[in-house]
């Protein structure tokens, strides 16, 4: 069955490696800061100036005034230090972050991202995306594969207006791990008993199928 938020940021959390400096955007993207691998030693940093973002703190011990970029309560670690936001922005825009995730409303097959702007209607807006976009190191993308009306939002042109162009490597969905090929998306797993025709027609853009494809080990 497809994963739930949870799920998805789960499986994201074994991307990471150890020593990398990670932001995480608005939305699916914060929670893998809660599955970090025990032991493992990753940095998350913040646009709105912290370096050292913790797990999500437990139900009445939020600090109102410890906040991350989407305006979520957060905690922090051992070590960590706070700053304005240029420092966090020079960091960014430096190429000192080494994986960003972030959510997005559609993908291309050629890797280009829209996730800022849905003509119409109210939207959080873009924070640092375009920034991280055009200067992480890697960009993971967490979302679910289709929206809220069945439409896929992998496809083979965005529609909506674009955060970035040719920069997203891999996508990690309710349903599928899928990376960005030169030939278009790649199926690399799909989730515990799901499907590849599910996936398959749930995939606007050109979905190359290779072989057995592995169910995601969470």
Not at 85 to 109: C, P, Q, Y
Not at 194 to 210: F, Q, R, Y
Request: with cysteine; hydrophobic share 40%.
């Amino acid at each position: 069955m497809p994963l739930d938020k949870n799920g998805i940021a789960k499986r994201i959390a074994q991307e990471l490696h150890n020593g990398y400096y990670v932001n995480l955007g608005i939305g699916i993207p914060t929670l893998v800061a809660n599955f970090i691998p025990e032991g493992m030693e990753v940095i998350l940093q913040s646009e709105n100036g912290l370096l050292g973002i913790g797990p999500f703190p437990l139900k009445g011990e939020e600090d109102p005034d410890l906040i991350n970029a989407g305006k979520q309560t957060i905690t922090y670690i051992k070590g960590a230090a706070f700053f304005d936001s240029s420092t966090s922005f020079a960091m960014i825009r430096g190429g000192h972050i080494d994986l960003t995730v972030l959510g997005a409303f559609e993908v291309s097959e050629q890797g280009d991202i829209s996730s800022w702007k849905i003509p119409g209607k109210m939207v959080k807006g873009m924070g640092g995306a375009m920034d991280l976009v055009a200067s992480a190191k890697n960009i993971i993308v967490a979302m679910t594969h289709t929206d809220p009306k069945g439409n896929s939002k992998l496809i083979k042109s965005c529609t909506l207006p674009l955060t970035g162009v040719g920069c997203v490597k891999r996508i990690v969905t309710d349903l599928a791990v899928v990376d960005v090929t030169n030939d278009g998306f790649k199926l690399i797993e799909r989730a515990p008993g799901v499907t590849v025709e599910e996936i398959a027609s749930k995939t606007a853009g050109k979905l190359i199928i290779e072989g057995e494809i592995p169910e995601m080990a969470l």
